[in-house]
C-alpha cells in the first residue's frame, strides 16, 4: 500500500491565484508526501530483491522512482520560488503554474504535471505493494478494487474506450471473485498495474495532444501574419525596383508554398522550422530593401544641411556651390537613382561648400633683410 502520508490537494487551478494558506498548507503536505514515499519505495525496492521474480517488479519500480524524482526536484523548485516570490498575487499565479504544468525532467515524467505525477505514483507503489505483500483480507481487497474503479474512471474520461473497457471487464471478474470469497492476490496485483500504465499512457497522450493542439494553433497564427506581410513587402521591393537603380535580387518568400499546418508532430516540428526559415528571410529582404530607399533619403538630407553650411561659410553664392549643389540634388531625385552617383556628387559637395581659407600677408626675406639694415 502507499505511505500513511496522503497526496496534497493542490491549491487553485491554472491561472487562478490561491489563498497563502492554501499554498503553504500545500507546500508542507508535498514536503511529507515526498519524505514518506522514498521511504515507501525504498522497502518496495528492498522488497523486490527478495522477491520469488524481482524482473516482474523492476519496471515497476524504476517508474515510480523516476516520477518521485520529478516530483521531488518541482517541490523544492517550488519551495525555492515561494520564498523568493512574496505572496503577492503573480507570485500565487507562479505556484499555480509550477503545480499544473509539465514538469521538467528529460524523462517521460516531462510529460505530466505535478498532480498527475504524485497520481501515477501513488498508483504505482499501491500496486507494487500488494502485489509484494501477500493475501488480501476482505476489507482491503474491496478497498483496492474501489481505487481501481476510480482509476478507471478517469482513464475513461481521458479517452481510449476500447482498453478501459477490456481493463473493466477484468475488474468485473476479479470483483466477482472476491464476492466469492476466492484469493484475488495475483489477478488484482496484476490490474493495478495494467491501470495504473494505462492512466499513465492516457495522461501523457492527452498532454502531448494538447501540446499538439497548442502548436497548431501557434503554428496557424505565425503562417498568417507571414502571409498578411507578403503584400507589404512585395510594394516594399516594388518600389525598390522603381526608385533605384541596380536593386537587390531578392525575392519575397511565399508563404502559400507550405501547405496546410499539418495534424502530426514529426510534421508539424519540420513545418515549423520551415516557418522559422520564412521568417528569418523576410527580415533579410526588408533589411535589403529598404536600406537604398533610407540611404536616398539620407543623401536628400544632407545634401539640404550641405547647402545651410554654405550659407554659414559665405560660399553659399559661389558658382562652384551652385553647380555642385545642382548636380548632386539631380543625381539624389532622379528616378531610378544611381545611388553610388549620388552619393560621389555628396561628398565633392561637403568639400565644396568648406570656408576658404584666410591669406595672411607675409614679408619676403629680402624685405626682412633691408629693416635689419636699416636699423
Known amino acids: 500500500m502507499s505511505g500513511v502520508v496522503p497526496a496534497p490537494a493542490p491549491p487553485g487551478r491554472l491561472g487562478e491565484a490561491p489563498s497563502v494558506l492554501a499554498i503553504e498548507t500545500f507546500l508542507q503536505g508535498l514536503r511529507a508526501w515526498c519524505a514518506d514515499r522514498r521511504a515507501t519505495l525504498d522497502r518496495l525496492d528492498a522488497a523486490v530483491g527478495t522477491a520469488d521474480d524481482p524482473s516482474a517488479h523492476t519496471s515497476d519500480v524504476l517508474l515510480a522512482l523516476t516520477l518521485w524524482r520529478a516530483v521531488q526536484d518541482r517541490a523544492v523548485e517550488l519551495d525555492r520560488t515561494w520564498a523568493a516570490g512574496g505572496t503577492d498575487v503573480p507570485a500565487r499565479e507562479t505556484v499555480t503554474g509550477l503545480v499544473w504544468g509539465r514538469l521538467g525532467s528529460g524523462d517521460g515524467s516531462a510529460l505530466v504535471s505535478l498532480v498527475e505525477a504524485v497520481r501515477l505514483c501513488d498508483a504505482l507503489v499501491t500496486s507494487l505493494s500488494a502485489r509484494l505483500a501477500g493475501t488480501l483480507d476482505a476489507s482491503e481487497a474491496a478497498t483496492r478494487l474501489r481505487a481501481v474503479g476510480a482509476a478507471l474512471a478517469r482513464c475513461a474520461r481521458l479517452g481510449d474506450d476500447a482498453a478501459v473497457t477490456a481493463l473493466r471487464a477484468r475488474l468485473d471478474r476479479v470483483v466477482a471473485d472476491a464476492a466469492r470469497g476466492a484469493d484475488v492476490t495475483g489477478p488484482l496485483g496484476e490490474i493495478e498495474r495494467d491501470v495504473a500504465r494505462t492512466e499513465r499512457d492516457l495522461i501523457v497522450g492527452a498532454s502531448r495532444r494538447h501540446a499538439l493542439g497548442t502548436d ?138 568648406r570656408p576658404l581659407p584666410t591669406t595672411t600677408p607675409h614679408r619676403t626675406a629680402h624685405a626682412a633683410g633691408q629693416e635689419g639694415l636699416t636699423a
Open 216 to 353: 497548431q494553433a501557434s503554428a496557424a497564427a505565425r503562417a498568417a501574419a507571414l502571409e498578411a506581410r507578403e503584400p507589404v513587402l512585395r510594394e516594399l521591393a516594388e518600389r525598390t525596383r522603381v526608385e533605384v537603380l541596380d536593386p537587390p535580387p531578392h525575392a519575397v518568400p511565399d508563404v502559400s508554398r507550405l501547405g496546410p499546418v499539418p495534424d502530426e508532430r514529426a510534421a508539424l516540428d519540420a513545418y515549423m522550422s520551415r516557418l522559422d526559415a520564412v521568417e528569418r528571410a523576410m527580415e533579410v529582404v526588408e533589411d535589403v530593401y529598404t536600406a537604398p530607399l533610407r540611404e536616398r533619403a539620407r543623401l536628400r538630407f544632407r545634401i539640404g544641411q550641405l547647402l545651410e553650411r554654405a550659407v554659414e561659410t559665405g560660399r553659399a553664392g559661389s558658382p562652384t556651390t551652385i553647380a555642385g549643389h545642382a548636380e548632386a540634388l539631380a543625381a539624389v531625385e532622379r528616378t531610378p537613382c544611381d545611388l553610388a552617383v549620388a552619393r560621389h556628387l555628396t561628398d565633392q559637395l561637403e568639400v565644396v561648400v
